[in-house]
C-alpha cells in the first residue's frame, strides 16, 4: 500500500455545464456589452425562433449565466421597455429555478 500524500487535494467541482434559453432581447444587449466570456458563450449559441421573437439557446456555466444576468441588469430598470424588463424577468425566473436541486 503507497503512502498518501498529504499535499495533494483534490481539485474543486466546477460548475456542470447547463442549458438555458437566453431572450433574444438579452442576447442582442449581451451581444454589444457583454464581457469576453459571455460573448464567446452567445457565439456558440444555437438560436431558436419563437413566434415573433426568438431566444439563444446556450450551454454554460450556472456562473457565467448569473453574470449575463448581471451584466443585462440595464434592461431590468425603470427607463426599460416593458419587453425588455419582462426578458430579464424571465432569465432570471430560468436561472432560479436551475439553481434549485
Do not use: C, F, N, W
Not at 52 to 78: C, F, K, M, N, V
Amino acid at each position: 500500500m503507497l503512502p498518501a500524500d498529504l499535499g495533494e487535494q483534490p481539485a474543486p467541482a466546477s460548475d456542470p455545464d447547463l442549458v438555458l434559453d437566453l431572450p433574444g432581447l438579452l442576447a442582442d444587449h449581451l451581444a454589444t456589452v457583454g464581457d469576453e466570456a459571455v460573448r464567446r458563450t452567445l457565439a456558440s449559441g444555437r438560436t431558436i425562433r419563437r413566434g415573433q421573437g426568438h431566444s439563444l439557446r446556450i450551454t454554460a456555466p450556472l456562473e457565467l449565466h448569473r453574470a449575463a444576468l448581471q451584466q443585462s441588469a440595464a434592461l431590468a430598470a425603470d427607463t426599460a421597455g416593458p419587453a425588455e424588463r419582462k426578458a430579464h424577468r424571465v432569465y432570471a425566473a430560468r436561472i432560479t429555478a436551475a439553481e434549485r436541486p
